[in-house]
């Protein structure tokens, strides 16, 4: 992927992560399929996002933990930045897989 596909694809994210899952549908239908495909991609490993900014704090927890179980690609390169996981990031269950994350590393 070249570097300013990657740009395009981490714009369309940014901008349909954080969106009830009926506005991201609504926002990508418009799109490149190509384009659309990576971007879903990516989503796929962000499944805690719409969870946690619909309140559904509980769900977003589960989702994180069986994204980090099943080594999701996408999860693990957005959970420690992505703005959308900010407010799991003081549950101690996050912090956990965080942690977890960080001894895989090594």
Known sequence: MTPERWRAVEKLFHEV????LQERAAALANVEPEL??????????CAPC??????????????ARRAWDEREPAFILWARQ???????HSDPRFASILLEMNSAKE
């Open 82 to 88: 992505f703005p959308h996981y900010r407010t799991l």
């Open 36 to 45: 659309r495909a990576e971007v879903e991609k990516l989503l796929a490993g």
């Open 17 to 20: 992560a954080g969106r009830p």
């Open 50 to 63: 719409p969870a946690e900014a619909a309140g559904e704090h509980e769900n977003a927890i589960g989702f």
